[in-house]
């Protein structure tokens, strides 16, 4: 500050204030604003990976847990009707003496086993479908709609 009653020229500084609390407070203001714009990022980045974890669920994970039950369902389809025809075989070979009666049973065995993996191959592809599928979807859209949240409470929402 300049004394009182000193002549001044224009643009001269007549009294300078301290500012360094004023620059204190902009650069808090400053770490405040880079802050917010990296938690908003964060959250957009969950949010695009949510939404990419349900399309890999439903495009591929979902396709391809699908595609082996299929195969496998196929399988114990192919081996049920062997075990069938083996068994209508052994009833024949038995009637004519040639196996035994345990042969035969040996072919009945096989017969409810092929049957067995059948069903459970079913019962598999059944649960991936109404359950299973379901369930992943839920979580899925879950953490979707959390990180939705998550963004718009950054783009909002005070610093934490």
Do not use: C, H, W
Not at 18 to 37: C, G, H, Y
Not at 67 to 92: H, P, W
Not at 107 to 113: I, K, M
Request: aromatic content about 4%; hydrophobic content about 40%; proline content about 1%.
């Amino acid at each position: 500050m300049i004394p009182e009653g000193t002549i001044v020229e224009e643009g001269q500084t007549v009294v300078e204030l301290d500012s360094s609390s004023l620059q204190l407070e902009e650069n808090a203001q400053k770490i405040l604003v880079s802050t917010r714009e990296s938690q908003l990022a964060q959250a957009e980045n969950s949010l695009k990976a949510a939404q990419i974890a349900r399309t890999e669920y439903l495009e591929g994970l979902y396709v391809s847990q699908e595609a082996l039950i299929k195969s496998e369902r196929f399988v114990a389809d192919q081996n049920y009707r062997t075990a069938q025809q083996g068994l209508k075989s052994a009833k024949s070979l038995l009637e004519k003496n040639i196996i035994t009666g345990l042969q035969l049973e040996s072919a009945e065995v096989g017969v409810a086993n092929a049957k067995n993996a059948f069903d459970n191959a079913e019962l598999k592809l059944k649960t991936l479908r109404d359950l299973t599928k379901q369930k992943e979807l839920t979580v899925l859209e879950a953490n979707i709609a959390s990180a939705q949240a998550n963004v718009k409470a950054q783009q909002t929402g005070p610093a934490a």
